[in-house]
């Protein structure tokens, strides 16, 4: 049985990801419709850069009503980040409306911004609240897990201009298996890249014990990653030189498709992992002169990672929790204002108390500007 799926958005990451996503799986997924502020009509992507050729209704938001919400099983938001606590607004009164039938949500990073935390009472009207962060089930991470048991204990995470703000906090918490940030840091480098923009690094200090670090500004051409461990680390260099003895991980390519993923050491397969039909589809085709690494295709790997979300939903399986975008979002907010972050009862999206102070601060702060 396939579920009924609520699209609220058509922007790039609509017609890019989510609608390729939930294309792709017509046996789980069933496209209930999709909404917008105006009515208008898209075209979702066949591969990456190439429009579909049927067009796609939108249907304006305001013409939404309860009896559409409670049929749904779920509902994907995916809108620009100031229109969300309206939005969440409208489909929350919906979602109230439907008492035991209410349907799920899925919201896109980073879920909401700092001074609009006031409306995550609103998400209390939906049967549960998951965050679309694909960083979590990028496909090359079933590659990492081949080879984590003999590497051991995951202990330091560079991020080479692959990672951007919240989305980086995600992946550190992914590669290094913890969701339990300490304290962080950012800090200028003084330099810039060659089209002028400011270098920065932010580093990461884990609960147990582990450490990352990440280079800005991100470049998914030229970035890469370097994960240590106890017995070895592994890595996509990305522009750079690989490290004598590191696993080396690259795509698998075979005829101009991505069919999978490849672990190296000294030229020698040390392990590989496929993908399934509809993840090779979605990657699209891949030039002959291709980049080998994974991060320089960053953009197709969370094309895949959203299916992976999906998958997830079908399958009923726990995702990226509202806290934990909250989280994510917070951490990068507070570093990137004060330059450092330190969890406290009073600084962690987890705390109940934070989160409650915060939503009543910007509440007041809102009422007195209006």
């Not at 990456?48 to 099983?73: K, M, Q």
């Not at 489909?91 to 006031?118: G, Q, S």
């Not at 101009?256 to 590989?272: H, L, P, S, Y």
Request: glycine share 8%; net charge positive.
């Amino acid at each position: 049985m396939s579920l009924s799926v609520l699209v609220i958005g058509s922007g790039q990451r609509v017609r890019r990801a989510a609608l390729p996503a939930l294309f792709s799986r017509p046996d789980a997924f069933h496209i209930a419709g999709i909404y917008s502020r105006k009515p208008k009509q898209i075209f979702a992507e066949d591969k990456i850069g190439e429009p579909a050729s049927e067009a796609l209704d939108v249907t304006a938001l305001a013409g939404l009503d309860t009896a559409t919400v409670a049929a749904a099983d779920l509902i994907y938001i995916c809108v620009s980040k100031g229109a969300v606590p309206a939005v969440l607004a409208q489909l929350a009164e919906h979602a109230a409306a439907c008492h035991d039938r209410a349907p799920a949500l899925l919201i896109d990073t980073p879920v909401l911004y700092f001074k609009h935390m006031a409306a995550a009472k609103l998400f209390r009207a939906f049967s549960a609240v998951w965050v679309a962060e694909d960083m979590s089930t990028l496909p090359w991470l079933d590659a990492v897990k081949e080879v984590a048991g003999p590497l051991g204990r995951r202990k330091r995470l560079t991020l080479d201009r692959s990672a951007f703000a919240y989305h980086g906090v995600a992946l550190a918490k992914t590669l290094l298996c913890d969701m339990q940030l300490l304290r962080a840091r950012r800090r200028a480098l003084g330099t810039k890249t060659a089209t002028g923009e400011a270098r920065f690094e932010r580093d990461y200090f884990f609960a147990n014990g582990a450490t990352a670090r990440i280079n800005e500004p991100r470049n998914y051409p030229t970035g890469g990653f370097r994960l240590e461990c106890e017995r070895g680390a592994l890595a996509d260099p990305g522009d750079a030189e690989l490290a004598p003895g590191d696993l080396l991980l690259t795509c698998r390519f075979e005829a101009g498709r991505c069919c999978g993923f490849r672990i190296t050491k000294d030229g020698n397969e040390v392990a590989a992992t496929s993908l399934a039909t509809h993840e090779i589809e979605l990657l699209g085709d891949f030039p002959d002169d291709a980049a080998p690494g994974v991060i320089a295709h960053m953009d197709a790997m969370k094309r895949v990672g959203f299916a992976r979300l999906l998958d997830r939903i079908a399958a009923a399986k726990p995702l990226w929790q509202l806290n934990d975008g909250l989280d994510d979002m917070w951490i990068d907010y507070l570093t990137e204002k004060s330059g450092r972050w330190r969890k406290t009862p009073l600084t962690s999206a987890h705390s109940k108390t934070a989160r409650g102070l915060v939503g009543l601060a910007m509440s007041l702060a809102l009422k007195v500007k209006g």
